[in-house]
């Protein structure tokens, strides 16, 4: 197995999370270098990471030439950044969303497509053990028909000096286009696509962000299931005066014809479990079958990033294409476009 040198583009919040999973796998890769457009960062980093920084994309690649790049940009860079490391031939790890706009999002499936360079859109939650036993219990039958399904994404986020998603050119909305992807993904795995959506979006308590800090959204997918999805970026939550993931509640709950799952994502990740169907359960069992997956969270990350070295290793496509990122965004945009229509705007 070959030791991939990854070069960072973007040095915020989301930054550190992936340096610790490739400081948690030393045999499988290391960051070799990351170009970050704030000066202050770029220093920063430099003595923090002991990689050389740089402020241009293309003089890191001349001098630096890595393995493969890690995007972790504003949703409005992802299509320059895709296309350049395309040019060069390099492969892609990129942060959700796939872009912030679906004319940006078509576009990289086009340059992957024509480069036919890998690229895996961070569909972090998928990777996590607890989440794959969700889908397997649904595979199996346990939970009979997939009918309806509530997610939520709630909590204070702390925002940096230099966030970008205090501005909605750069995220593509508010906190619905940049959180409400993870319950999207995640339901799409059980229920399939997305035939509509309503709901609302408001600004409500963080007069910083430019775009929404709250969503409350109905979808109905192709097979008739529907969802209701919550996302805020205001809510006060024990623990919120710290950083995500602490005083933030992620959770998703899915109910069928023959069974439930709840499934508390964070602060701490716990499933609970229900079918009438008997192999699901244990004998005489009464009630939600509950554990808590020895996985935190942040696992998730560490998980998407070891399946993204085997793909290098392996040649193979990643789980989570850019064609997957499109699917996605194109079911948030939609509840924008529902409230533009509805003249909703806010
Ligand atoms: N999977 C998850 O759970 C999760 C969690 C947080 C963030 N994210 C995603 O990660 C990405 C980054 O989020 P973040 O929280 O790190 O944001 P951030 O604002 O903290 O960091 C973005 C960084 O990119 C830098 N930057 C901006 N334009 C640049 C350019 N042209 N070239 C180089 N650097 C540039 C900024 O200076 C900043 O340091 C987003 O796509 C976000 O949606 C995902």
Known sequence: MKR????????????????ASIQAMPARAELVAFCESRPEAVVERQSQWAVPGFESFDRMLREVDPDAICLFLPHDKHLEYVTAAARAGKPVFMEKPVAGTREDARKIVEVVEKSGIQLLVTHTGLFHPAFQQIVEFVRKGWLGRPLFAKGTSAGWLTFRPWDFRLSREQTGGGCWVDAGGHLVYCLREIFGEVESVTGYIAKLSRPEMEGED??????????????QLFVSYGHKLPGYQHDWPIGYLNSIEISGDKG????????????????????????EWQGWLTHQPPEGYGYSFQAAMAHFLDCLDSGTKPRVTAEDGLAVLDTLLRLYDHCNSEARVL
Do not use: K
């Open 214 to 227: 709250h969503a409350a959204a109905t979808l109905r997918y192709r097979s008739g299931a529907l969802a």
């Open 260 to 283: 439930a799952v709840q499934y508390v994502i964070s602060p701490e990740p716990r499933v609970s479990y229900f079918s009438e169907v008997a192999e699901a359960m244990p004998e």
């Open 4 to 19: 991939h040198r990854l070069a960072f583009v973007g040095a915020g919040r989301i930054a550190d999370v992936h340096y």
